[in-house]
């Protein structure tokens, strides 16, 4: 059984940081393609970052210089390092891991930017 599990969400004001973490069982790890994904209220879900099996990444415009991807293959984790954190980053955040035809997500974890 695939399981995807978010952590490390939370309220924070402009300009702080967070990290996301996302931990993976009952796959390969390291076969698989990795993503987070944001949904915000009356929003459609966008991509945020994601990291292949050799680990090259991808980001959205708008967190580019700002928020960063990386994988720890031997821990089977995922994670989103968030800095410089704006209102507009305020969503729930989606771990997703893809291999070819297969899409697995978690069940997010809610970012909130606020003063």
């Known amino acids: 059984q695939v399981q995807l599990v978010e952590s490390g969400g939370g309220l924070v004001q402009p300009g702080g940081s967070l990290t996301l973490s996302c931990t993976a069982s009952?796959?390969?790890?390291?076969?698989?393609?990795m993503g987070w994904y944001r949904q915000a209220p009356g929003k459609e879900r966008e991509m945020v970052a994601t990291?292949?099996?050799?680990?090259?990444?991808n980001y959205v415009d708008s967190v580019k210089g700002r928020f960063t991807i990386s994988r720890d293959n031997a821990k089977n984790a995922v994670y989103l390092q968030m800095n410089s954190l704006k209102p507009e980053d305020t969503a729930l955040y989606y771990c997703?891991?893809?291999?070819?035809?297969?899409?697995?997500w978690g069940q997010g974890t809610q970012v909130t930017v606020s003063s």
């Open positions: 997703k891991a893809n291999y070819r035809s297969l899409d697995y």
């Open positions: 009952g796959i390969t790890f390291n076969l698989w393609h």
């Open positions: 990291i292949t099996s050799a680990g090259i990444t």
